[in-house]
């Protein structure tokens, strides 16, 4: 089993539009969760960190459920900047797990 | 303030070739990792150092060897290049405190390599 699932999409979505997804993680110890933002073809980078008691930044909204070992990110309000694959990301000790990705469109 | 950086951008080896993809930072940072990335699998980690003369292996080591004469650079070679290997490597840097428990921790990568192996 992967340490880090995640649906791959693609979520095709019109501007203005509410579009959340989920990862899901393998193991329970992991100590952090971050959501990272992939462009095609560049390199990852942070979105956000996701807490505990959940956390938004912007129209981006990260939610953490431990005890069924899942993360989610939901997107208020798309915009075609939006497009792009969203990484979901597990810490544990010195090693990150990333997922496969979530690709979102955003359509004009 | 360059971040890191990863040369060359873009390589095509012959199966059997051995070559040294380079990554640099210049934040200071202690941790240095190697990851490559493949349709439909993730980032897998290859290597990882967490200061200088130190390295340990990830996820995917083999074919790989790493080292970290000092805290800039943290070259990653391939000993002898197979179509398995290829695939983009991003190498990646970060301050080791967050990465000890901090919730805060943020990676920072470099802009990839794009090995391909005939």
């Known amino acids: 089993r992967k340490e880090v699932e995640q649906d791959p999409g693609p979520f095709n979505v019109p501007e203005g539009a509410t579009v959340a997804f989920n990862c899901t993680y393998s193991n329970s110890a992991s100590q952090s969760f971050f959501w990272y933002r992939q462009d095609c073809r560049k390199e990852p980078k942070l979105l956000m960190s996701?807490?505990?008691s959940g956390n938004e930044d912007g129209r981006f909204t990260a939610q953490l459920n431990r005890a069924s070992q899942y993360i989610s990110l939901l997107i208020r309000d798309s915009k075609l900047s939006d497009s792009a694959t969203y990484l979901c990301v597990v810490h544990n000790d010195y090693k990150l797990s990333f997922g496969a990705g979530t690709t979102v469109t955003v359509r004009a | 303030n360059a971040g890191v950086t990863q040369t060359p951008k873009f390589q095509v080896l012959k199966t059997g070739q051995s070559m040294t993809l380079q990554c640099a930072q210049d934040m200071n940072h202690e941790y240095m990792s190697w990851y490559r990335q493949d349709p439909g699998m993730g980032l897998r980690l290859i290597h990882y150092?967490?200061?200088?003369?130190?390295?340990d292996q990830g996820e995917v080591p083999n074919g790989y060897n790493v080292s970290r004469s000092t805290t800039e650079d943290f070259p990653l070679r391939l000993l002898s290049a197979a179509p398995s290997q290829t695939s983009v490597y991003f190498c990646?840097?970060?301050?080791?405190?967050?990465?000890?428990?901090?919730?805060?921790?943020?990676?920072?990568f470099g802009p990839g390599t794009r090995l391909t192996v005939t």
């Open positions: 990646a840097s970060s301050y080791l405190t967050g990465l000890a428990g901090g919730s805060t921790y943020e990676q920072y």
């Open positions: 996701v807490y505990s």
């Open positions: 150092s967490v200061g200088a003369g130190i390295t």
